[in-house]
């Protein structure tokens, strides 16, 4: 099972992937260059007519279907990694997952490989560097090197 990430913003995104819980037993909340150099972002929607079949645990749809706490908000990713393997073997129609972050609370989805042929995206990516991420860091109190 391969899996693309999404979020809405910059700053959730580097959350979600780069600093994770690094920040947890830190008293300073500095990203380094070391975190972020060999990382780059994508812009990418669905491409037109390919809408996509997500699993939405976002507004309460997570409590409602009876999903674990631990599966959205526990930072072992144990538990959402079982009840992801879970949806793609029991729910083929489903292309993914949509749920907020645990970190800002915006939109994320976790896209299955089944469902990236309905994806498209523009050219290129754009890398992660200081320039880019201080800005977009800086409200979350982030210090970028």
Same mark, same amino acid.
């Given at each position: ?6 979020? =809405? ?21 500095? +990203? ?5 150099? #060999? *990382? ?14 997500? +699993?939405? @645990?976002? /507004?309460?749809?997570? #409590? *409602?279907?009876? =999903? &674990?706490?631990? =599966?959205?908000?526990? /930072?072992?990713?144990? /538990? ?17 997952? @949509? ?6 609370? #915006? ?9 990236? /042929?309905? +994806?498209?995206?523009? &050219? ?6 200081? *320039?880019?991420? #201080? &800005?977009?860091?800086? &409200?979350?109190? =982030?210090?970028?090197?």
């Amino acid at each position: 099972m391969g899996l693309i990430y999404g979020t =809405v913003d910059v700053a959730t995104g580097v959350f979600e992937a780069v600093i994770r819980d690094s920040f947890d037993i830190r008293p300073s909340r500095i +990203l380094r260059p070391a975190n972020y150099n #060999a *990382r780059s972002a994508v812009n990418f929607s669905t491409a037109s007519g390919n809408a996509l079949t997500l +699993l939405d @645990l976002t /507004s309460g749809n997570a #409590a *409602r279907f009876g =999903v &674990p706490s631990d =599966v959205l908000r526990y /930072s072992n990713h144990k /538990s959402g990694q079982f009840f992801s393997e879970f949806v793609y073997a029991q729910m083929p129609d489903v292309d993914g997952i @949509l749920y907020t972050s645990r970190f800002t609370e #915006a939109l994320c989805v976790a896209i299955y490989d089944r469902g990236i /042929s309905k +994806l498209t995206s523009g &050219p290129g990516s754009t890398r992660l560097t200081r *320039r880019l991420l #201080a &800005p977009v860091m800086a &409200p979350w109190n =982030v210090q970028v090197l």
